[in-house]
């Protein structure tokens, strides 16, 4: 059996304009189907970014096209790729060697107004929510907004109530620090940061406190492991080894349950150096196996965000 990889975040969406640059690998994006295949990956979770021209009058029409768009990259695809909505879908990964999947995921909620709204993103196949991007939004402050010291919104405690009952995922990366702690406040159950690292490590306002990370992990939720060198490093150039690092930092402290990958591929100018596209990602894993066990080093490479996956998404 061979393990079971996946990519908590990543904004190829938006660098494709046609299915089939995607599938014969024309572009130079950060990932497409022959990286995906080349790092067996199983599991990718794919960002729909609602481009900053649109906020906020367009964000709903803007997200629907994504959606559009999202489905037209999936039917065109091979029979071995399927979206994942449910516990049984992640069964279909599990069982069948040969089986990729995508997850939907909205970075950024402007769309989100209404509970009727979500709902019907909910049946698009929408599993996880970003709450915000950087900006304020309907539901929450983003971490641009800090000055005025906002959290969720009583509508935003609303949509993470409904996001809870529902079955999908509630991410807080890119959320405001005060919006951080209502999340954890009213989350029923764990939540994700999909693309955030250590804060005391590379003290960028996307990253996160040590005591946010504890609540995450009291909650039983988990970090995705950000390649972006300006998350992975003060100064200079960020490699592979601070994305070691990171990782570290997190097990030595809180153990192996809540570390994962959320590379932000293709959200990014450029990957950490040895981390340059999805392709490379078999190289992180050999560097983890120099310091982790096979059972830990599973764990953070994806088992860590399929326990959280079953946990959360719905049944059937
Ligand atoms: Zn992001």
């Known amino acids: 059996m061979s393990m079971f990889i996946v990519d908590g975040h990543c904004d190829t969406m938006m660098r494709i304009t046609e299915p089939k640059e995607f599938y014969n690998s024309f572009t130079d994006t950060h990932i497409n189907w022959k990286y995906i295949q080349d790092?067996?990956?199983?599991?990718?979770?794919?960002?729909?970014?609602?481009?900053?021209?649109?906020?906020?009058?367009?964000?709903?029409?803007?997200?629907?096209?994504?959606?559009?768009?999202?489905?037209?990259?999936?039917?065109?695809?091979?029979?071995?790729?399927?979206?994942?909505?449910?516990?049984?879908?992640?069964?279909?990964?599990?069982?069948?060697?040969?089986?990729?999947?995508?997850?939907?995921?909205?970075e950024g909620a402007e769309a989100i107004t209404s509970k009727e709204i979500l709902r019907t993103l909910f049946a698009c196949g929408l599993r996880l929510v970003t709450l915000t991007w950087n900006q304020r939004n309907h539901l929450a402050d983003g971490v641009w907004e800090k000055e005025t010291g906002g959290g969720l919104t009583r509508l935003g405690k609303e949509i993470v109530a409904e996001l809870n009952q529902l079955?999908?995922?509630?991410?807080?990366?890119?959320?405001?620090?005060?919006?951080?702690?209502?999340?954890?406040?009213?989350?029923s159950g764990p939540f994700v940061a999909s693309h955030s690292n250590v804060y005391n490590i590379a003290s960028h306002p996307r990253n996160l406190k040590d005591e946010q990370i504890h609540a995450l992990v009291e909650k039983g939720g988990i970090i995705g492991i950000n390649f972006c060198p300006h998350f992975l490093k003060n100064q200079?150039?960020?490699?592979?080894?601070?994305?070691?690092?990171?990782?570290?930092?997190?097990?030595?402290?809180?153990?192996?349950?809540?570390?994962?990958?959320?590379?932000?591929?293709?959200?990014?100018?450029?990957?950490?150096?040895?981390?340059e596209n999805l392709s490379k990602l078999p190289d992180l894993c050999d560097l983890l196996a120099k310091k982790f066990t096979s059972a830990e080093v599973e764990k953070i490479m994806g088992l860590n965000w399929k326990r959280l996956l079953q946990e959360i998404l719905p049944s059937c």
Request: hydrophobic share 40%; with cysteine; net charge negative.
């Open 236 to 275: 200079g150039n960020a490699t592979i080894s601070d994305v070691m690092e990171h990782i570290d930092y997190i097990y030595q402290r809180w153990g192996p349950d809540n570390i994962a990958l959320g590379s932000d591929f293709d959200g990014i100018s450029e990957g950490a150096r040895g981390l």
């Open 167 to 187: 079955g999908i995922v509630v991410d807080v990366s890119h959320l405001s620090e005060k919006g951080f702690w209502d999340v954890v406040e009213v989350c």
């Open 39 to 106: 790092a067996g990956v199983k599991l990718e979770i794919m960002a729909l970014f609602v481009e900053p021209q649109y906020k906020p009058y367009q964000s709903l029409v803007r997200t629907v096209e994504l959606i559009g768009k999202f489905h037209q990259l999936l039917d065109e695809g091979p029979k071995n790729l399927i979206l994942v909505k449910n516990k049984k879908d992640l069964e279909k990964l599990t069982n069948d060697n040969s089986v990729v999947g995508f997850l939907m995921a909205l």
